[in-house]
T-cell receptor, first 114, second 111 residues
Framework: DVKVTQSSRYLVKRTGEKVFLECVQD?????MFWYRQDPGLGLRLIYF???????EKGDIPEGYSVSREKKERFSLILESASTNQTSMYLC?????????????FGDGTRLSIL | GESVGLHLPTLSVQEGDNSIINCAYS??????FIWYKQESGKGPQFIID?????DKRQGQRVTVLLNKTVKHLSLQIAATQPGDSAVYFC??????????FGKGTMLLVSP
């Protein structure tokens, strides 16, 4: 089975802090994604990556950046955390580039910014 | 923090009943669809997928129906069990684009 692991289940940070969320997949997947999930808004794509050192903006990239130095690891960075970034963050991956394949998700990091 | 289940339409069924969860998708050019299940405190879990050249696909206790004419997707769960209680949402995809997710339906199964 695919295993997508997010390093923290719950995280509390303060406004203005730089926050790192980590995601690791163990199935040699090429594509990785970061979403945030908010009540009433569903899943919204922040950034994604098709390969090491490559990144693409999703629908809501403002206030975020990403890093993919190794194939198995995709990091989401909040450069200067704000209270409106309090949310559930979900990482996902797919095996290869190309259409018609499901994304496999981690269990999420619930981030609170105080 | 708030649960992902708040603000969602809810379907309440009795254990043993069949459940039907519906999804209206937005783009007539979408060619691939997925159903996910999300239990409280967990990430979305893949249930079943279907390509646009099919009308129906069956899995274990689940069936997905696709009606391209009215852009409608449904998930049928047979003999619903308390462990099926979760938020269910659909996702659509066109070619090499990223997935677009629906907002979901909460399924509540009473013993």
């Amino acid at each position: 089975d695919v295993k997508v692991t997010q390093s923290s289940r719950y995280l509390v940070k303060r406004t203005g802090e730089k926050v790192f969320l980590e995601c690791v997949q163990d199935m040699d997947h090429e594509n990785m994604f970061w979403y945030r999930q908010d009540p009433g808004l569903g899943l919204r794509l922040i950034y994604f990556s098709y390969d090491v050192k490559m990144k693409e903006k999703g629908d809501i990239p403002e206030g975020y950046s990403v890093s993919r130095e190794k194939k198995e690891r995709f990091s989401l960075i909040l450069e200067s955390a704000s209270t409106n970034q309090t949310s559930m963050y979900l990482c996902a991956s797919t095996f290869r580039q190309g259409p018609q394949q499901p994304q496999h998700f981690g269990d999420g990091t619930r981030l609170s910014i105080l | 923090g708030e649960s992902v289940g708040l603000h969602l339409p809810t379907l309440s069924v009795q254990e043993g009943d069949n459940s039907i969860i519906n999804c209206a998708y937005s783009n007539s050019a979408s060619d691939y669809f997925i159903w996910y299940k999300q239990e409280s405190g967990k990430g979305p879990q893949f249930i079943i997928d279907i390509r646009s050249n099919m009308d129906k696909r069956q899995g274990q206790r689940v069936t997905v129906l696709l009606n391209k004419t009215v852009k409608h997707l449904s998930l049928q769960i047979a003999a619903t069990q308390p462990g099926d209680s979760a938020v269910y949402f659909c996702a659509e995809n066109i070619g090499y684009s990223t997935l677009t997710f629906g907002k979901g339906t909460m399924l509540l199964v009473s013993p």
